[in-house]
């Protein structure tokens, strides 16, 4: 089993920054893909990132590209979210997911997902 806790999501404004963290327990995390999705209110979920345990990424989404930036420290089994640039339209939920594997772009691909953390942008 592996237990995921995002954290460091909030209230911002367009054009700042925030930097979500996911901290994973459990199996052998270190060798798993982890991921990020995103949920905004009353839509479906979409893929934002992921990283495999090599650090290799899959590409992002058009809507973040150059913006959001996702990495790991296997060592504290971490996974980070820069996001720069924000807009009010990355108003979500923010959900880290994880996988053993390679990374897959599709929210069903995901085994393990944490509670989400909401991330508002205001105008």
């Known amino acids: 089993q592996v237990q995921l806790v995002e954290s460091g999501g909030g209230l911002v404004q367009a054009g700042g920054s925030l930097r979500l963290s996911c901290a994973a327990s459990g199996r052998t995390v270190s060798i798993y893909t982890m991921a990020w999705f995103r949920q905004p209110l009353g839509k479906e979920r979409e893929f934002v990132a992921a990283?495999?345990?090599?650090?290799?990424?899959?590409d992002y989404p058009d809507s973040v590209t150059g913006r959001f930036t996702i990495s790991r420290d296997n060592a504290k089994a971490t996974v980070y979210l820069q996001m720069n640039s924000l807009k009010p339209e990355d108003t979500a939920v923010y959900y880290c997911?994880?996988?053993?594997?390679?990374?897959?772009?599709?929210?069903?691909?995901?085994?393990?997902w944490g509670q989400g953390t909401q991330v508002t942008v205001s105008t």
């Open positions: 997911a994880a996988r053993p594997g390679e990374a897959v772009l599709y929210r069903t691909g995901y085994r393990y």
């Open positions: 990283i495999n345990y090599r650090g290799g990424l899959a």
